[in-house]
């Protein structure tokens, strides 16, 4: 399978604290991506990391790429309740999107 | 810009009927792909579209399954018959052609379909 398999399935923390989400995927890319998913606003792209980055930061979110590994992580610093929604990682080959499983985070107010 | 369009956006339908989804990519958007969510999974890809022509449909289950992009704009996913390993969310997205950020999809609201 080329889908990215996210860790853990399901998160649950208070408001403020960080949250950290890990895909492991199983062949080479092109990129990685992780969207976010929650019922108000469907599946958003949030940060793309090329093969040749090892971290890349937007706003809150910290991603990092370790190809060696196969392996990518997502940091949401300072969580607010708003981030509360499902996180996927998605493997880019050849142009196509491979999702995840994805992690399902809830912030507690 | 306006996002990507889907209707309609619930469906019901009992098993060994039809059902057809439609979709409007933004505007300018050369690709355009459908996507299948199983409940507690990641989107799947069916079928991806450049212009009106068929890129990639080696998931797309071909014996139930059909799409088109007429004109290159707009597509319509349809099912049938449908069975009941069919129930997800159908989801539409469109990405600019390469060179213009090409890996950066933009998705619609989704349809729920539930087969019964």
């Known amino acids: 399978s080329q889908q990215g398999e996210e860790d853990p399935q399901a998160l649950s923390i208070q408001e403020g604290e960080n949250a950290t989400m890990n895909c492991s995927y199983k062949t080479s890319i092109n990129n990685l991506q992780w969207y976010r998913q929650n019922s108000g606003r469907g599946l958003v792209h949030l940060i793309l990391?090329?093969?040749?980055?090892r971290e890349k930061h937007s706003g809150r979110l910290r991603v990092t790429l370790d190809t060696s590994k196969k392996s990518s992580s997502l940091l949401i610093t300072a969580s607010r309740a708003a981030d509360t929604a499902s996180y996927f990682c998605?493997?880019?080959?050849?142009?196509?999107?491979?999702f995840g499983t994805g992690t399902r985070l809830t912030v507690i107010p | 810009e306006a996002g990507v369009a889907q209707s309609p956006r619930y469906k019901i339908i009992e098993k060994r009927q039809s059902v057809a989804f439609w979709c409007n990519p933004i505007?300018?958007?050369?690709?355009l792909y459908w996507y299948q969510q199983i409940l507690g999974q990641g989107p799947k890809l069916l079928i991806q579209f450049q212009n009106n022509g068929v890129v990639d449909d080696s998931q797309l289950p071909k014996d139930r399954f059909s799409a088109e992009r007429l004109k290159g704009v707009d597509s319509t996913l349809k099912i049938q018959p449908a069975k009941l390993e069919d129930s997800a969310v159908y989801l539409c997205?469109?990405?600019?052609?390469?060179?213009?950020?090409?890996?950066?999809?933009?998705f619609g609201p989704g349809t729920r379909l539930t087969v019964t």
């Open positions: 990391i090329r093969s040749n980055e």
């Open positions: 997205a469109s990405s600019s052609p390469p060179g213009q950020r090409p890996y950066e999809q933009y």
């Open positions: 505007s300018g958007h050369a690709t």
């Open positions: 998605a493997t880019v080959i050849a142009n196509n999107l491979f």
